[in-house]
């Protein structure tokens, strides 16, 4: 199996023009997330969903939308990009049905550079 | 606030022990987890506590102590492969991870 799959690896994109960020996973899990990696600082929740159908936001979600319309996709659009958006961008997904373990699993990356 | 604190960077010798810590001041606490990311990479699962004491896979191991708010993963017979930052993170009581900035640990043969 795949796994999780984000598209595109890496991207330049000038600043003012919108982008999304796909996420596909195929462990049929019911939550997906977005973080952001940035150097010297954690993993930043941008977006969660617990389940299709429903979404969150995360600690850093301002200039960032997600939707969620069935179990494998969770897109993530920047609607008008901006320099400190410059990030590494990390798909996750989890089942928490397996009980309280319940790891993330983690796309490869989609490194953002926004000019 | 929610803080999750770990050395940035840490050296050791091929063969050799190392342990890196981890403490945490969370909204909550249902469990705590340690990945590995190499660079380039995205993170991988190495461990979950969730009770105090020590949890052993193979050549990895992760303690809790969830009254002192502190967490270590130590590391056996170390190799070169095991070069990587290693984040510890804390699930807290909204079920979200609260990631620490990670440390970067560098084997010398």
């Known amino acids: 199996t795949a796994g999780i799959t984000q598209a595109p690896t890496s991207q330049i994109l000038a600043a003012g023009r919108s982008m999304t960020l796909r996420c596909t996973q195929d462990?049929?899990?019911?939550?997906m997330y977005w973080y952001r990696q940035d150097l010297g600082l954690g993993l930043r929740l941008i977006h969660y969903?617990?389940?299709?159908?429903?979404?969150g936001k995360g600690e850093v979600p301002d200039g960032y939308s997600v939707s969620r319309a069935n179990t494998d996709d969770f897109p993530l659009t920047l609607a008008s990009a901006v320099p400190s958006q410059t990030s590494v961008y990390f798909c996750?997904?989890?089942?928490?049905?397996?009980?309280?373990?319940?790891?993330?699993?983690f796309g490869p990356g989609t490194r953002l550079t926004v000019l | 606030g929610q803080n999750i604190d770990q050395p940035t960077e840490m050296t050791a010798t091929e063969g050799a022990i190392v342990q890196i810590n981890c403490t945490y001041q969370?909204?909550?606490?249902?469990?705590l987890f340690w990945y590995q990311q190499h660079a380039g990479e995205a993170p991988t699962f190495l461990s979950y506590?969730?009770l105090d004491g020590l949890e052993e896979k193979g050549r990895f191991s992760s303690f809790l102590s969830r009254s002192k708010g502190y967490s270590y993963l130590l590391l056996k017979e170390l190799q070169m492969k095991d070069s990587a930052s290693y984040l510890c993170?804390?699930?807290?009581?909204?079920?979200?991870?609260?990631w620490g900035a990670g440390t970067k640990l560098i084997i010398k043969p």
């Open positions: 996750a997904s989890s089942d928490p049905g397996t009980g309280d373990h319940s790891e993330q699993f």
């Open positions: 993170a804390v699930r807290d009581s909204n079920y979200q991870l609260i």
């Open positions: 969370t909204s909550g606490f249902n469990g």
């Open positions: 462990m049929r899990h019911n939550a």
């Open positions: 969903s617990n389940t299709a159908g429903t979404t």
């Open positions: 506590n969730v």
